[in-house]
């Protein structure tokens, strides 16, 4: 079983990317609202924000938020849901759409699989 975490800053996505993950029965998502550190910061009165600022603007400039999605997943299903993603997405590889990544889950109660 993994532990597969998506950071979506294309939150413009989510609805599709939900549908699509329904449609193939990947169930028991939980979507948290979430902000990078770069938006964080830039918000607050902070010393190097010239530097802040730099960042920002190799980052989409509305950007103001993203989604964070989890799942527990089995591990063949990784794959399906790595498509599913980029497919919705546009591919995780273009600037600012996001991040996904898979951690080892080695102890699960609660959840009937």
């Known amino acids: 079983m993994k532990l597969v975490t998506i950071i979506l800053n ?5 609805d599709d990317l939900l549908e699509q993950f ?7 998502a939980t979507i948290i ?5 770069v938006q964080e910061l830039v918000e607050h009165d902070h010393e190097d924000m010239f530097f802040l600022m ?5 980052l989409n400039p509305t950007h103001k938020e993203n989604k964070t999605i989890i799942t527990v ?5 990784v794959a399906l849901i790595s498509k599913i993603v ?9 600037p600012d759409t996001g991040i996904m990544f898979t951690l080892p889950i080695d102890y699960l109660e609660g959840l009937n699989h």
Request: overall charge negative; aromatic content about 0%; some cysteine.
């Open 33 to 37: 609202d979430s902000r990078g550190m």
């Open 54 to 58: 730099s960042l920002r603007s190799l």
């Open 86 to 94: 980029n497919e919705v997405t546009g591919g995780l590889d273009h």
């Open 10 to 14: 294309k939150t413009e996505c989510l």
């Open 22 to 28: 329904g449609e193939n029965k990947i169930s028991g």
């Open 73 to 77: 997943a089995k591990d063949e299903d």
